[in-house]
């Protein structure tokens, strides 16, 4: 405890040393300029009568000083009258100074007696003592002014930085819990030993069925990219390799359902450098084979991609299933995607679903 308070005392004595110095140096010069300034005409003059004649305008100084530093408490009428009041004290005070102390030690500095002569020298002298104090007085709050003005615009900066770093620390860290998020659920689908799981089946398939050999072959290439695609740093990939992978998730269903009209699958448009978050159209039309109904020739699973330069529209509709026991995980895929989509395009989407009775409606636009 001791040590901090030294520490936090040192700055102001070293401050109030430097202003003691500053003023003693300043009064030093004055007396030497009086001095010079009567020598040149009178060169018997004294230093120390030029001193002691001093002293009273040096302490006027200060009085004025310190009545103009409590002026902003008292207001103006008290100022004014603390003008004549400390005028008249300082007066009184040098009349005994110079003509009833001196002159009982000896020393007489003042060539005239006369009354009227000293009050004239009276007035000049604290005009001029207190037009100093003035002029000090206005400089240094000045200074004080620019000081503090300075000092709050340094910590308005000090806290705008702050608040910058804080923001960033916040947002890197909503990031990371979002990837995390991302990667957790994603590896609960994909875990790495089912995608070399299925290379095994396939080169056991291969030796009885060729079109086994070639689905399962299928299934390892989505189960590759959705792994993949955890590793993206920008949570993009080009639309082209979604589709792809759209594709190979599609053909494995058409067997499923013995390549019946139950899928309408169109892409309208030119691909070029379309991007979109990785996983994003397969797990819509995932869940659309998982949990629709897909039986109904009359109302078949329509899937719809049109590509424009610098956007993609994606649709995906299916039929509810009547009496589905099963927990539907809609709502934490399309969660799921609303993050990455906030990550990668936050801004630049328009994200739509709608289940109702009857029918599970999907759409999604991405400017990117």
């Known amino acids: 405890m001791n040590r901090l308070v030294m520490a936090s005392g040192a700055p102001a004595e070293k401050k109030k040393y430097s202003q003691v110095l500053l003023h003693v140096s300043a009064w030093v010069l004055y007396v030497s300029f009086i001095y010079i300034a009567n020598?040149?005409?009178?060169?018997?003059?004294?230093?120390?009568?030029?001193?002691?004649?001093?002293?009273?305008?040096?302490?006027?100084?200060?009085?004025?000083?310190?009545?103009?530093?409590?002026?902003?408490?008292?207001?103006?009428?008290?100022?004014?009258?603390?003008?004549?009041?400390?005028?008249?004290?300082?007066?009184?005070?040098?009349?005994?100074?110079?003509?009833?102390?001196?002159?009982?030690?000896?020393?007489?500095?003042?060539?005239?007696?006369?009354?009227?002569?000293?009050?004239?020298?009276?007035?000049?002298?604290?005009?001029q003592a207190a037009s100093?104090?003035?002029?000090?007085?206005?400089?240094?709050?000045?200074?004080?002014?620019?000081?503090?003005?300075?000092?709050?615009?340094?910590?308005?900066?000090?806290?705008?930085?702050?608040?910058?770093?804080?923001?960033?620390?916040?947002?890197?860290?909503?990031?990371?819990?979002?990837?995390?998020?991302?990667?957790?659920?994603?590896?609960?689908?994909?875990?790495?030993?089912?995608?070399?799981?299925?290379?095994?089946?396939?080169?056991?398939?291969?030796e009885h069925s060729q079109d086994l050999a070639d689905n399962i072959s299928k299934l390892s290439r989505i189960m590759r990219y959705s792994l993949e695609s955890v590793e993206y740093d920008s949570d993009k990939v080009f639309v082209q390799k979604e589709l792809d992978n759209l594709h190979l998730l599609i053909e494995i269903n058409n067997i499923r359902f013995a390549y019946s009209k139950v899928i309408e699958y169109v892409i309208e448009g030119e691909v070029t450098d379309q991007m979109l978050p990785p996983l994003s159209m397969i797990t819509v039309v995932e869940n659309a084979f998982k949990y629709g109904d897909l039986k109904d020739a009359k109302n078949p699973l329509k899937i719809r991609v049109q590509l424009k330069p610098g956007q993609v529209y994606f649709y995906c509709k299916n039929k509810v299933r009547k009496n589905n026991l099963e927990i539907s995980s809609h709502n934490i895929g399309m969660a799921n995607l609303c993050k990455r989509l906030d990550v990668a395009f936050k801004g630049k989407y328009s994200m739509n679903a709608c289940d109702d009775k009857d029918f599970y409606t999907f759409e999604l636009t991405v400017n990117t």
């Not at 110079?98 to 000896?106: A, E, K, M, T, V």
């Open 39 to 127: 020598y040149m005409g009178n060169p018997n003059i004294k230093l120390l009568n030029i001193i002691l004649y001093l002293i009273p305008f040096c302490i006027t100084f200060y009085v004025s000083l310190y009545f103009l530093n409590i002026y902003k408490v008292w207001g103006p009428i008290w100022s004014v009258a603390s003008f004549f009041i400390v005028f008249l004290v300082m007066a009184l005070i040098a009349y005994c100074y110079i003509y009833l102390l001196l002159p009982l030690l000896g020393m007489k500095i003042n060539s005239s007696d006369k009354l009227g002569v000293f009050l004239r020298e009276a007035v000049l002298q604290y005009v």
């Open 132 to 206: 100093y104090s003035m002029l000090y007085f206005h400089i240094t709050e000045s200074f004080k002014k620019e000081r503090e003005l300075r000092k709050l615009q340094e910590e308005k900066l000090r806290n705008e930085l702050e608040n910058s770093i804080l923001k960033q620390q916040e947002l890197k860290s909503q990031k990371d819990k979002l990837m995390l998020e991302y990667a957790f659920l994603r590896s609960q689908v994909n875990p790495h030993f089912l995608h070399n799981t299925l290379n095994v089946l396939f080169s056991q398939a291969l």
